[in-house]
């Protein structure tokens, strides 16, 4: 019997992955001495079972859940067999295959380990259809018959200029407080919390600091806390984006990141529901732009995980763009919003709690500056169009800009609504619903409705032409 035909064990390093999530059952056996305190022998010898038992039940759980998931590679595709409580045979075609994650960190590179996740468009939004832990050799033959053994090509590989911008832009103090907190935690624990509590005071001692000399000593520690936490946000972004390129490979794009946590995407073309082009007030500023894509049936790629290009100058992004994903994304015709309804961007209405938001926004004057100077900015830029082949909407997600280039085949519904102050200025807004595992939905606000009328009608034109 051919090889390639029998159902195989994915990699042991799973048994150790299986293990964390029930890492609980320690706990509990842990907090049992604590509290129950056995004094007797006949105590101490039952806690001990007890205990054993915990210890026993995950090995055996985690084994028998090693043992249950296999997988085998032919000509149809990824078949998988897995009997947990329920037995499950399901079959992945090449052809139907979506997305592949491949994802390798510190320790599983140890092992000579790394996990592949695979999606279709019928997948669910909160898990893949199928992963498991592979060894490096089975992974890239796997790789291959999915792309084909098609080559490289089209390669795009970011500067590290480009990734420190796009660390710095996209950085924040939580992000880097979230991390800090369970470091300075375990630290405590190896070293001792008093040997910690001089190490966390001397990185935070204000005396010398520039800031003491405008702030009273309070307000100056919390400016060393905030800019610590960034800075460390930007250090782990860095590492988790640094190296990042992205090529064709066939049918797919393949997009590789990461130093110390690799992480690896193969998404197909022809699933891509829209190409992404984001700034913010300050990549404005710089002349810079990112872009990023979304995906039929993988909605675990949302955020950064789908970056496609790095920040780079607006020529240097359309033309990979392009190359990429053979998407042009110049605009033949656009229209942008009417220039008398700048207020409605920027018009807060508050109602009976204005008098409430309104100190908010005192106490908080730097933010409301900046929010109010991106939604001028927003105004300005947002937008609808027509590309070759597709529809771009450009509007604003929070503090970002953001382009959507969406092929026409994708688009499911355009909408048009107007409310009664609308109606006076002869403005709507463009509403385009696109392929997505769910609702998902683009706004341009405050557009000239007569022409927006116009080029959606070309938008009808042309769709039915294709």
Known sequence: MNEDYIYKKTHPYAILTHMKLYVIFI?????????????????????????????????????????????RIDERGISVKSSVLIKKYFTLPYDKIQTVTIRRDIISAIFGAVKISADT???????????????????????????????????????????????????????????????????????????TERIVKGSLDIRNSLFTVYFSPAVSALIAVIMMCWMLSVLVFFLRYARFRSCRIGDFIKASRGILNKSIIFTKISGISAITIDRTFLMSILGIYSSGFYVIGSEKLKGDKSILIAPEK????????????????DEIRSVYTEKNTLWSYIYLPFGKAGEILRVAMILCIILFIWWTV????????????????SFSICCYKRLTLKKYIIPYDKIQYIGMTQNIFQRRKGTCNIKVYMYSEKKSVHIARHINKSAAEKLLSDVIRLEYKM
């Open 374 to 389: 991106f939604r001028i900015f927003a105004h300005k830029n947002s937008h609808i169009g027509l590309c070759n082949n």
């Open 314 to 329: 607006e020529d240097k992004i359309k033309n990979n763009i392009f190359l990429l994903t053979d998407i042009n994304t």
């Open 27 to 71: 706990v509990l056996s842990v907090l049992q001495q604590i509290f129950l305190k056995p004094q007797g022998i006949i105590e101490i010898i039952g806690s001990l079972g007890i205990n054993a038992l915990y210890v026993f039940s995950i090995l055996f759980y985690t084994i028998y859940l090693y043992r249950g998931f296999t997988y």
């Open 121 to 195: 468009a019928a997948g669910s939004g909160k898990k893949y259809d199928a992963e498991g832990f592979f060894s490096k050799k089975r992974a890239k033959n796997m790789l291959n018959i999915i792309s084909k053994n098609n080559e490289e090509k089209n390669i795009y590989r970011s500067n590290i200029v480009n990734i420190i911008l796009m660390s710095v832009f996209r950085s924040n103090p939580i992000t880097g407080l979230l991390f800090i907190i369970p470091v300075i935690y375990q630290t405590g624990k190896i070293i001792g919390s008093e040997m």
